[in-house]
T-cell receptor, first 113, second 112 residues
Framework: DSGVTQTPKHLITATGQRVTLRCSPR?????VYWYQQSLDQGLQFLIQ???????AKGNILERFSAQQFPDLHSELNLSSLELGDSALYFC????????????FGQGTRLTVV | GDSVTQMEGPVTLSEEAFLTINCTYT??????LFWYVQYPGEGLQLLLK?????DKGSNKGFEATYRKETTSFHLEKGSVQVSDSAVYFC???????????FGKGTTLSVSS
């Protein structure tokens, strides 16, 4: 058990809908990262938050947004969903500098139909 | 930009065979390097890491050495087991606290 909790584990929704994925980081970790894993693109970094502030952006679509709350949990919001958004979405957390280890949750499998 | 290239899979081996999965990277500066493993239906687990040139990371019989001159971090294991069947990802982190950049992953299948 990595200590990172993601909910829900599975999500099936229709095109055009909006969903929210939730991540609780390991106790004490200030950084949260979101990744998308798909068969064709592999593991793509989406966005990072550190102690409530956006720290870095990767290949995140404008239809996607995220936030980190004062209790450090994070939510990834995906809207106007398309079939191509079907993927595994992972959250990872780390303590930040000088630590380099990131711990991953078990992921949320999103299926858009 | 920074990137990681791994050998294409799948890699299929018999139990007790020697394993090598090649990984090379492109990055400015001195990134930290990692191998993560993903078992079926699970998240990624850190397998080993190295934070500077010539460091050797090791765990559970797996080893990888950070070679700056060849920009490589190849994963090796002397004798694989069926339980090692998984997807292996090479990754780099440009500096502590930044996002990991992953290779595309290599699927390893070990048969008895």
């Amino acid at each position: 058990d990595s200590g990172v909790t993601q909910t829900p584990k599975h999500l099936i929704t229709a095109t055009g809908q909006r969903v929210t994925l939730r991540c609780s980081p390991r106790s004490g970790d200030l950084s949260v990262y979101w990744y998308q894993q798909s068969l064709d693109q592999g593991l793509q970094f989406l966005i990072q938050y550190y102690n409530g502030e956006e720290r870095a952006k990767g290949n995140i679509l404008e239809r996607f947004s995220a936030q980190q709350f004062p209790d450090l949990h994070s939510e990834l919001n995906l809207s106007s969903l398309e079939l191509g958004d079907s993927a595994l979405y992972f959250c990872a957390s780390s303590a930040g500098q000088p630590n380099t280890e990131a711990f991953f949750g078990q992921g949320t499998r999103l299926t858009v139909v | 930009g920074d990137s990681v290239t791994q050998m294409e899979g799948p890699v299929t081996l018999s139990e007790e065979a020697f394993l090598t999965i090649n990984c090379t990277y492109t990055a400015t500066g001195y990134p930290s390097l990692f191998w993560y493993v993903q078992y079926p239906g699970e998240g990624l687990q850190l397998l080993l890491k190295a934070t500077k040139a010539d460091d050797k990371g090791s765990n559970k019989g797996f080893e990888a050495t950070y070679r700056k001159e060849t920009t490589s971090f190849h994963l090796e294991k002397g004798s694989v087991q069926v339980s090692d069947s998984a997807v292996y990802f090479c990754a780099l982190m440009r500096q502590a606290g930044t996002a990991l950049i992953f290779g595309k992953g290599t699927t390893l299948s070990v048969s008895s």
